[in-house]
């Protein structure tokens, strides 16, 4: 592992070798969200100290939203929250509290946030895309006008990537300039449920009726490489260190693609939530789940009784045991569920049956 002085700062220099695989990364080193994958498992974390840390408290807390996320992105300590129907600005500086500043009402899906530089947030929603100002910490503005699709195109992932729009949506994954939203280059093969890019790749998800399928093409051409055929009725997919990841039906998996246009799997053990799109603060990492919002954080903190989590000084923690795992000289039969403090269990269903 080397590292170089630059004008941007301490970069390091890494090779990062995942079975046989090789990624050459060269990052400046900062706190950011990351996947940290050891002897197949996979766990979200933070990145520091030039290594990926996986979280101490994972879904430390919960904070309901009243209604589905579909999608998170933030700005320091204002977090976006994307819905059915609008984008909700949260104050999150006081990592206990989801305060509610403002709320941009869209009557649309909003499927995706990306922020980028210069206090420009993208939206692509249900009916069509945003190019949206954050210069006020409190509320969202339009910047020109709305850019509609129509009822039957729905826009599900965006990015910006070498200064021009990526977009996934009901026909396809489009390239569009992101001030016109013009379309540059697209290919049509179906509705682009998500995609992730890197290395000057684009790895896709996409289903069309009866035929579903996950690609990998070139990034600035979208000429196709590798292909193959899933179907996931439930899923996500990113990138991390130079590596494309795929959640499918519960199943998680890192996949590359060959030379002779398959694609080679990798199954993992880990979480759909921690592929999905978040926003990281003061070492609080904000994850979108259902219709709440979820944190996990390397912080300091004390154990939360109620995240499903058995932490430190905790015996359990909303979960259940056959009552003869905890005693099988007392009990052989009955369920044993956890005290509402994570103290124990509740052993009253518990019983010896004279078998």
Known sequence: MAYNISAEGLVEEREVIIEGYNFDISSTVTNSYCLHEVAGTLKGGVEGNLACQPFTHPWYKSFSIGTTVYSVAGKGDRLYVGTSNAIKVYDI?????????????????????????????????????????????????????????????????????????????????????????????????????????????????????????????????????????PYCSTGELTTDHGAFYLSCDGYEYRFAGRPDTYIDFWELSGDIREMAENHLYNGWVYIPDGNKVKVSTNNEVSSYCGNGIVEPGEVCDGNSVYCEDLDPNEWNSGTATCKSDCSGYNTGDCYWSGC
Do not use: C, H
Request: glycine share 6%; proline share 1%.
């Open 93 to 229: 500086s006081d990592p206990n509290a989801l305060t509610l500043k403002s709320t941009f009402t869209t009557n649309k899906i909003v499927y995706d946030l990306e922020v980028v530089d210069g206090d420009i947030m993208y939206a692509a929603t249900s009916k069509g895309l945003y190019k949206l100002s954050t210069a006020n910490p409190d509320t969202l503005s339009i910047i020109g006008s709305f850019y509609s699709t129509g009822s039957y195109n729905y826009q599900y992932r965006i990015q910006l990537y070498n200064d021009k729009l990526y977009v996934g949506d009901d026909n396809g994954i489009n390239i569009r300039d992101k001030e016109t939203f013009t379309r540059l280059a697209y290919v049509n093969i179906g509705s682009t449920l998500d995609f992730a890019i890197a290395n000057g790749e684009l790895a896709m998800y996409w289903d069309d009726f009866w035929v579903s399928g996950l690609d990998i093409r070139d990034a600035d051409t979208l000429t196709r490489k590798a292909w193959e055929n």
